[in-house]
């Protein structure tokens, strides 16, 4: 155990781990880009395609829950992301089956189909590329590495939130 207040010694690898930290952040600003220029190719502005994104990534949910996943307010601003979602054609909303008051709001896969995998197919055919280049144990590393960095962006996202 180290005394109070004296730091851990460097790792030998410094230099790496500060360049794959930066590298991580370009990734974080290209994806955001990335992602901004996939919405306004299909007519969505960035906040409609990110809840588009959500009810595609974890399915059917209510306002209230896209909003919270959203990190928008529940009522107006919320509402307005699926009116103008439902009126482009990505979602409906449907009476929820558990309480007739409440509505589920779900993709509507054709026009998802139609619209967004189009768009990302060039992405996904150069992704493919490059991780056929990996070996198989190389694949399962960074696949390990995205699910647990994906996490960690999780909670770091509700940890912000909260504070919020």
């Known amino acids: 155990?180290?005394?109070?207040?004296?730091e851990a010694p460097a790792p030998d690898n410094l230099g790496t781990l500060l360049a794959l930290a930066t590298s991580l952040r370009v990734q974080a600003a290209r994806t955001v880009l990335f992602q901004s220029a996939v919405a306004q190719s299909i007519g969505l502005n960035a906040t409609d395609f990110n809840c588009l994104s959500?009810?595609?990534?974890?399915g059917p949910m209510t306002p209230g829950r896209l909003a919270e996943r959203a990190g928008l307010s529940r009522g107006g601003a919320i509402t307005a992301v699926i009116d103008r979602l439902q009126k482009a054609g990505f979602v409906r909303r449907r009476p929820d089956p558990e309480d007739r008051r409440r509505v589920i709001v779900e993709t509507v896969p054709e026009t998802f189909a139609e619209h967004v995998d189009t768009v990302f197919a060039d992405?996904?055919?150069?992704l493919g590329k490059?991780?056929?280049?990996?070996?198989p144990e190389q694949q399962e590393?960074?696949?390990?590495f995205t699910n647990r960095s994906n996490e960690i962006f999780h909670a770091e996202t509700l940890r912000l939130q909260e504070r919020a």
């Open 1 to 6: 155990m180290r005394p109070h207040g004296e």
């Open 54 to 58: 959500l009810l595609d990534l974890e």
């Open 123 to 126: 992405f996904r055919a150069a």
């Open 130 to 135: 490059l991780l056929a280049g990996l070996t």
């Open 141 to 144: 590393l960074l696949l390990d």
